[in-house]
């Protein structure tokens, strides 16, 4: 997959409104004026920065790299890139390094989004069968992505093969073959919404037909390049058509430089949760072995081994959601691992200095609570009352406000029921249902409930 075909998409005024120059450890994001002497701000998530690893052109057992060049080629015959010895390179990335990779990550905390292409280059349907594989190895790594993948995982379609166009009435690839019928670069020409719509849901009954559950969709290439202002509603409608979601989401855009990494409310019409959908971008290119898993991993780009520099790090410093990007092969690395090193140097690296002061998250669960930060009223009803309106749930919310004498903890009331918060001695050990002091501030973490809640600050 070709970096270039993420063109930055430019936050609206609304969403840039809200960022506040802070400590990015103290990072908030949108003011929510109460009083004239009380002004309370939603910080990031328990008051520290999110982290993610958006993963690319992963599947089930077929190395995407080794089936997609020769097709890529056919279609771009003049592209150097293109005319690369894919003959020479495995054709399968094992199941044995899915476990490695889920395992080291799940043991550090990481979590991200996997993409699952469904009909992976034409090579067969995870459905139904997989050429060159047996049913039950078919069957054992979806239960692998199943198991191990998507407790801590987002399951997103790379479109339905990242290679050639399907006719959706025939289930077969467009019979031409040229970068109009690629989905890297479809459609060519402006299409209704209804049929980029169907087109996604396609992909979207694949995964579920296989017990995959997904609430977003990731673009391969350039695809919606042309339809961008059609793309997001198309998500919407298909995620929540196919699975019923709350919050859909998509993976599209990477930021560069001073460009904000917030994720961006995205609506179809009316400002309501229901015609929502989550723009999450990512915040620096794949600088591991790409998308071919051919190349040198370049990990100080992320982050040099003391921490002290990376795009990451610069990220982290700003307060914004810092996510990485990667392309599966280019973890794998045709069996050298090369890329899957160079990113267990990169988590651990960001540990070591910044362990204290990040949380890693889904992609899915960065959206949810920048759509919570955005939708949420926050109403100080009195010197020591504020009313809280959620339109959707959202774990560890997490508000400051002025600090004030109190002669008891702050405490939550959700639907009559109260939910006592306990103190803890730091910002640093905020989690759902704490409070601490910092700075003249009194902080507060607490899993938002959807619908009304009171809390009391004495």
């Not at 063109?7 to 103290?26: C, E, K, T, V």
């Not at 904000?260 to 179809?268: C, K, W």
Request: net charge neutral; with cysteine.
């Amino acid at each position: 997959m070709n970096l270039n075909r993420r063109a930055a998409l430019q936050l609206s005024a609304a969403s840039l409104s809200g960022l506040a120059a802070m400590n990015p450890f103290d990072a908030a994001y949108a003011d929510k004026p109460a009083t004239s002497n009380q002004t309370i701000r939603v910080l990031n998530p328990r008051g520290r920065v999110p982290l993610s690893f958006i993963i690319d052109d992963s599947t089930c057992l077929v190395n995407m790299g080794h089936f997609c060049m020769p097709q890529f080629a056919h279609a771009w015959p003049d592209r150097d890139t293109y005319k690369q010895p894919w003959r020479d390179w495995p054709r399968e990335i094992p199941d044995r390094f899915v476990r490695e990779f889920g395992e080291w990550c799940a043991q550090h905390g990481v979590k991200g989004k996997y993409s699952i292409v469904p009909y992976p280059a034409c090579v067969g349907w995870l459905d139904r069968t997989l050429p060159g594989w047996s049913r039950k190895e078919l069957d054992d790594s979806l239960a692998l992505v199943r198991d191990l993948m998507m407790p801590h995982w987002d399951i997103h379609p790379e479109m339905i093969t990242h290679t050639r166009v399907i006719d959706l009435k025939t289930g077969r690839p467009m019979q031409e073959v040229h970068s109009g019928t690629m989905e890297n670069s479809y459609p060519q020409t402006d299409i209704s919404t209804d049929h980029l719509t169907a087109y996604l849901a396609y992909a979207l009954r694949i995964l579920k037909n296989c017990g995959l559950h997904c609430d977003g969709i990731t673009t391969p290439g350039g695809f919606g390049n042309r339809v961008k202002d059609k793309l997001p509603i198309a998500v919407g409608q298909a995620v929540r058509d196919v699975y019923g979601s709350e919050l859909p989401h998509y993976f599209k855009y990477v930021k560069n430089g001073d460009e904000s990494t917030a994720p961006r409310l995205e609506f179809d019409g009316q400002k309501t949760l229901s015609n929502l959908t989550m723009n999450v971008p990512a915040g620096t290119g794949d600088w591991f072995g790409s998308w071919e898993g051919v190349k040198e991993s370049q990990p100080d780009r992320y982050c040099t081994p003391d921490a002290s520099s990376g795009r990451m790090v610069e990220l982290i410093e700003r307060g914004e959601p810092a996510v990485m990007l990667c392309h599966w092969p280019g973890m794998y690395c045709n069996g050298t691992k090369s890329g899957f090193e160079a990113f267990k140097r990169v988590v651990t690296s960001l540990a070591s200095r910044f362990g204290d002061q990040t949380l890693w998250m889904k992609v899915s669960e960065i959206g949810r609570y920048w759509a919570a930060k955005e939708m949420t009223t926050l109403t100080q009803r009195d010197a020591d009352t504020i009313a809280i309106d959620a339109p959707l749930a959202c774990q560890d919310f997490t508000i400051s406000m002025n600090a004030m004498p109190i002669t008891k903890a702050p405490s939550l009331t959700h639907a009559g029921k109260p939910v006592p918060l306990k103190e803890v001695a730091s910002m640093s050990r905020l989690e759902s249902g704490t409070f601490a002091h910092s700075d003249g501030k009194l902080m507060v973490c607490l899993d938002l409930a959807k619908g009304s809640s009171r809390l009391a600050l004495g």
